[in-house]
């Protein structure tokens, strides 16, 4: 079963760049029809996905982050990572990595989630 | 992008009770709709896909039906594991984008 797990910075000033990887176990991101996404909840707020990342390296990303958004993967750590550029509090959020498939299209399994807060 | 509006946003019911929750798209979908489970400080779990296909592992007592912009999601009798937030999907077109919520909780 694929456990995926976030970790990355808590705090991140205003202006300044949010990083976090996500760590995939018990499947590769580099195999299967899978779509490795990031999706972010605001505190107390609905689901938004961010983009992601097919196993070729194709990536899609939402419109609405004005292309400040990067999604890579690491295929010899079997890492996922984000990069979110110019933050602001707007920003603050939990952020989840997820798995989507090809077949249903739903995001099947998900990481625990981390919380990152844009403040100086 | 495809707007997705639920309703209720929340819902009180009782262990036992039949509840269903409503989701409406923007435009048209297909049967390409997902729903999920939230408890507090939790990701989201799937519980249907593909509009009405059961997720393999979520009890038989959730039921998911629809089809273009019309989608309910049933749980036919509440067990109190039940009481959390759900969401929808539309994985029709990119972004995906999800319902705003409906949280049930106990009456």
């Known amino acids: 079963q694929v456990q995926l797990q976030e970790s990355g910075p808590g705090l991140v000033k205003p202006s300044e760049t949010l990083s976090l990887t996500c760590t995939v176990s018990?499947?590769?991101?580099?195999?299967?029809?899978?779509?490795w996404s990031w999706i972010r909840q605001p505190p107390g707020k609905g689901l938004e996905c961010i983009g992601y990342?097919?196993?070729?390296?194709?990536?899609n990303y939402n419109p609405s982050l004005k292309g400040r958004v990067t999604i890579s993967v690491d295929t010899s750590k079997n890492q996922l990572s984000l990069k979110l550029s110019s933050v602001t509090a707007a920003d603050t959020a939990v952020y989840f990595c997820?798995?989507?498939?090809?077949?249903?299209?739903?995001?099947?399994?998900w990481g625990q989630g981390t919380l990152v807060t844009v403040s100086s | 992008d495809i707007q997705m509006t639920q309703s209720p946003s929340s819902v009180s019911a009782s262990v036992g009770d039949r509840v269903t929750i409503t989701c409406r798209a923007s435009?048209?979908?297909?049967?390409?709709l997902a729903w999920y489970q939230q408890k507090p400080g939790k990701a989201p779990k799937v519980l249907i896909y593909?509009?009405?296909s059961l997720q393999s592992g979520v009890s038989s007592r959730f039921s998911g039906s629809g089809s273009g912009t019309d989608f309910t999601l049933t749980i036919s009798s509440l067990q109190p594991e039940d009481f959390a937030s759900y969401y929808c999907?539309?994985?029709?077109?990119?972004?995906?984008?999800f319902g705003q919520g409906t949280k049930l909780d106990i009456k």
């Open positions: 997820a798995r989507r498939g090809s077949g249903g299209r739903s995001f099947d399994s």
């Open positions: 018990g499947g590769s991101v580099s195999s299967g029809s899978y779509y």
């Open positions: 990342i097919y196993n070729t390296g194709s990536t």
């Open positions: 435009q048209d979908v297909g049967s390409w």
């Open positions: 593909a509009a009405s």
């Open positions: 999907q539309q994985a029709s077109s990119f972004p995906p984008t």
